[in-house]
């Protein structure tokens, strides 16, 4: 899967900032962008899910980005945004801090991640971009919503649940 | 999709209504292999099958169905008494089609084993048949050939074809639709007068329902003598069903000679509900075949991809709300006018009018289904060698097509469950216990205060309360010092990891035990119930919802958010007084209620939320009946009733169990529906 | 009307004029075609065109024509229309 970034050529990707970083995600997946909306929250999950919005009718389930990066919460502002995916043939929506542009990166401008030294689980990145002199993050969105995550999420409340009883 | 890939898809899709209408014809002519009409049916649909498969390349069906039909061929022309075990082939040989079907349609190059083997059975048994029949009488074999050529296309007399038709169409008749049935014999000069049999079907099929016709060209003659405007039709009858009148029929054809046409106006025919059709070993009488062998005519004009209908249905549940909002609204209330407020009621209306047409859509009758199970109650009875009696009533029940696929698989359990279980293990027994011989199975829908109802009785032994309850103890699914009420022992069965049975049967006993009907059930949101006389027998119920999308519920506000209850199990709702809450071991509290200890359950507690605590006497208790018993849910206000569209709340979420979905309000923000099973108090009540 | 080796192929939508052509050029031709292909992309404008498949079919046997011989056709402007010509 990561591989792909790797070959050459030009490929879209759409940047928004978490905090003071600046990361981006391949622009084929995203739906739409929305402004920050009221979120319904469903009880018993985990702290990043923030809980379910209706869009134009249909609920999608809402992730709060910073969260799931273990980044500290912070209170929706005129710019907060929701970036709004297709996973898996399932709309996603994900809270980010500021959209910033729509880019095009050439693979030549990319590299592997480093190892250390960022905030987040490097296991999200798929590779770092180097773009005049700031660095944007290239997110592996499905790694981002990956499995073990869900797994995890059941693990949560059958814990809950065995100790509730 | 193209043309082509169009009329690919409604053949294939004809081909698997012939096979599937094949597979229950088979059983029923297994039943009685005297019936000659029935033979003829099935005949038919190989023969068209045929067709199909070779039109579009499915060389290996096409192959086998050819073998196939010769031999129903020649029983068919000789009349002659088939072999037991010959019959039996022919129900195997359904089953071979079947799958060499799915592997024609998936592209698999493998067979099934069981294709090669019994096609090398059909094959010797038409030669053995064939040779026979050749000694015996050369000339007669020779026009049985011709007679099988002639066959082409139609294969029996016309007016029975032109009756089909007629039942298939009353069939679909419904309020406000007329069925004529029109004879058009046009003059040889018609073209001359500028009148084609096509320009009159034309202008009726603009305002037709359906419309099927049915052309006579037997008398159309070779070219040496053939004109190509001389008309040589003999005549055509048209059956259609329409809104017109006849007045309206009649003006179609004012320009034509009065012995040139005739209309026949034909009257519905009147659907008798709840009438036990009894589908005997012995007892299948003409009127049963004349019932079903309708169903190979055309159902419906149009065919609809379901996801289409599914949207559609999605917009109306928007319309609903938006509607529903609307109605609510203050503001528009506290308008006093009175055109306005008859405008709300008028699209009050007809928004309910047009959510029920859109529901009726999705609605199919049950029939196919409890058709199937005919051929599972042969199979089980046959395996297990017990005689059964099915009795099948409320067919035309009609229930949500997406309901219906995932009911099979539940329906089959429960029926080989309770012919394997059910039934007492042979006929001696069921004698001594003063019973017939055969064993009756009943299966029946119906209609029950808004919900489905798809039962599956049998007059066996019953439940053994005691045996259950010992082995539910045994298993430690229980600790066997609750005091249960009889529904609750009998719910104990369908508990994961619980099988009564002695030992574990081919059938029903595979690994898996009703606990997956249950799941599959509930999936539907329905539930199952049992009663069980014990001598008489058991009754395994499954108490469905009219419509996956839309339910009645109950919104509350409990914890800071508008939570749903549905309605369906919501038994009352009250604000306690002090003295009938109580504490148990200092943690959980139950209301008496009647002699009866419920226990409350607090949302705040299940989701784990942060909220003030008020005490139950300050808010209210709503009641629910849940599968574990009753459970007062506490909540801070009721907010009202309503009908909402559940929506899932997206594949992570779904995991979530105590939440079955959400539903969007009139005001545009999501309430939770709550699913009560999932609902447990934190500590056992004691028993009142 | 396309004419291919031993296959002719014709629209469903014959006029009355086209199909006396028709008739005239499948006339001296009967004896070397073997198969008629009938297009079914339009619905049938003429019961005659049925009329004159019949009676080709019946002056030769032989003759293939897959249109004919399914015995129906299916056209939203007509519904379903069938249609028989065996004896």
Not at chain 1, 1 to 16: D, H, P
Not at chain 2, 366 to 385: L, P, Q
Request: charged fraction near 30%; charge should be negative; glycine fraction near 6%.
């Amino acid at each position: 899967m990561s591989e792909k970034t790797v070959k050459a050529g030009r490929e879209r990707f759409l940047t928004f900032y978490l905090g003071d970083e600046q990361y981006g995600i391949a622009i084929n997946r995203i739906k739409e962008i929305i402004a920050m909306m009221k979120v319904t929250s469903v009880p018993k999950t985990p702290l990043f899910m923030r809980g379910v919005i209706n869009l134009r009718g249909s609920i999608i389930p809402i992730v709060d980005t910073r969260l799931r990066f273990n980044m500290e919460y912070r209170e929706p502002d005129m710019y907060t945004a929701i970036i709004i995916m297709e996973v898996d043939k399932v709309n996603i929506g994900f809270i980010v801090d500021r959209v910033e542009e729509v880019l095009s990166i050439d693979a030549s401008h990319m590299s592997a991640p480093p190892k250390f030294g960022n905030q987040i689980d490097t296991d999200f990145i798929c590779s770092v971009a180097q773009i005049e002199n700031s660095v944007v993050m290239i997110l592996d969105i499905l790694k981002l919503f990956e499995d073990d995550e869900l797994v995890n999420f059941e693990q949560i409340q059958q814990k809950q649940i065995t100790e509730g009883l | 999709m193209t043309k082509q890939e169009q009329v690919k898809a409604i053949f294939i899709e004809e081909a698997g209504e012939i096979i599937e209408k094949l597979d229950i014809d088979i059983i029923r002519f297994e039943e009685n292999s005297s019936d000659f009409n029935l033979l003829n049916e099935i005949f038919r649909g190989v023969h068209t099958l045929k067709g199909n498969a070779n039109a579009f390349g499915f060389t290996r069906l096409g192959e086998f169905v050819h073998y196939f039909e010769d031999v129903l061929d020649y029983y068919r022309s000789t009349k002659e008494d088939i072999e037991e075990h010959n019959l039996e082939l022919f129900v195997e040989s359904v089953d071979v089609i079947k799958e060499v079907m799915t592997c024609e349609l998936d592209a698999i190059d493998t067979l099934p084993k069981s294709y090669s083997e019994c096609l090398e059975k059909i094959k010797t048994l038409v030669s053995i048949k064939k040779s026979k029949d050749i000694s015996l009488d050369k000339q007669n074999d020779v026009s049985e050939l011709i007679d099988l050529a002639s066959e082409f296309g139609f294969s029996e007399e016309p007016e029975n074809i032109l009756l089909k038709s007629i039942k298939a169409h009353q069939a679909i008749q419904d309020d406000g639709l007329n069925l004529y049935k029109i004879d058009l014999t046009l003059d040889v000069d018609c073209y001359k007068r500028g009148f084609d049999h096509l320009l009159f079907i034309k202008n009726l099929a603009e305002e037709a329902k359906s419309i099927e016709s049915f052309f006579n060209m037997q008398n159309v003659e070779t070219l040496d003598t053939f004109k190509s405007d001389t008309n040589y039709i003999k005549n055509v009858e048209i059956v259609v069903l329409t809104p017109l009148s006849y007045e309206n029929i009649e003006e179609f054809f004012e320009f034509l000679s009065e012995d040139e046409y005739s209309i026949e106006s034909i009257k519905p025919v009147v659907v008798k509900e709840d009438e036990p059709l009894v589908v005997n070993n012995k007892s299948i009488g003409a009127s049963d075949d004349t019932l079903s062998t309708s169903t190979i005519t055309q159902k419906s004009t149009i065919r609809i991809d379901t996801l289409k209908l599914d949207e559609l249905f999605d917009s109306v549940g928007e319309l609903v709300i938006a509607q529903n909002f609307i109605a609510q609204n203050e503001k528009i209330r506290s308008v006093e006018d009175e055109s306005i407020g008859r405008t709300i009621d008028t699209l009050s209306k007809i928004t309910k009018i047009i959510q029920d047409r859109v529901m009726s859509l999705r609605m199919v009758a049950i029939k196919d289904t409890f058709e199937k199970m005919k051929r599972v109650v042969r199979d089980t009875s046959k395996k297990t060698g017990k005689e059964v009696h099915l009795v099948v009533q409320g067919e035309e029940t009609e229930i949500d097509k997406t309901m219906i696929d995932s009911l099979s698989d539940p329906l089959i359990h429960i029926i080989r469950n309770a012919i394997d279980h059910g039934l007492e293990a042979n006929a001696d027994e069921r004698i001594k216990a003063g019973k017939s011989r055969e064993g009756k199975i009943t299966l029946k829908a119906f209609h029950k205060s808004g919900s489905i109802v798809i039962s599956v009785s049998d007059d066996g032994r019953g439940i053994n309360k005691e045996r259950v309850l010992s082995k539910a103890i045994e298993r430690g699914i229980v600790s066997g010092d609750e005091n249960f009420t009889d529904s609750q022992i009998f719910a104990l069965i369908m508990q994961p990891g619980f099988s009564t049975a002695e030992t574990i049967s081919d059938l029903s006993g595979r690994g898996v035990g009703l606990d997956v009907v249950k799941t599959s059930i509930e999936k539907l949101r329905g539930k199952i119930e049992i009663d069980s006389k014990e001598g008489e027998g058991t009754t395994f119920s499954m108490v469905l919802p009219l419509t996956l999308a839309i339910i009645d519920g109950m919104l509350v506000h409990a914890a800071g958010e508008i939570y749903i209850i549905p309605t369906l199990s919501v038994v009352e709702s009250f604000r306690p007084e002090k003295e009938i809450v109580h504490m148990a071991k200092g943690k959980s509290e139950f209301v008496s209620l009647r002699g009866q200890n419920i226990p409350i359950i607090r949302l705040s507690d299940v989701f784990t939320l942060e909220t003030q605590r008020i005490e139950p006497w300050e808010g209210i208790l709503v009641c629910v009946e849940t599968e574990i018993g009753r459970i007062a849910i506490m909540v801070d206000s009721l907010i009202g009733r309503q009908q909402v569209v559940i929506k899932t709340l997206g594949k992570s979420l779904t995991k979530l169990k105590e939440v079955s979905g959400g539903a969007i309000l009139g005001n545009g923000e999501i309430a939770l529906i709550l699913n009560v099973d999932e609902l447990r108090p934190l500590i056992e009540v004691p028993h009142g | 009307m396309e004419f291919n080796g031993d296959a002719l192929m014709i629209d469903t939508d014959m006029s009355m004029e086209e199909i006396i052509k028709f008739e005239e050029f499948i006339r001296p031709r009967i004896d070397f075609i073997e198969t008629i292909e009938v297009e079914e992309g339009c619905a049938l404008k003429s019961s005659a065109l049925l009329s004159i498949l019949v009676s080709l079919k019946k002056t030769r046997p032989k003759l293939q024509i897959p249109f004919l011989e399914k015995g129906l056709s299916i056209a939203p402007a007509y519904g379903t229309i069938h249609w028989i010509y065996h004896d």
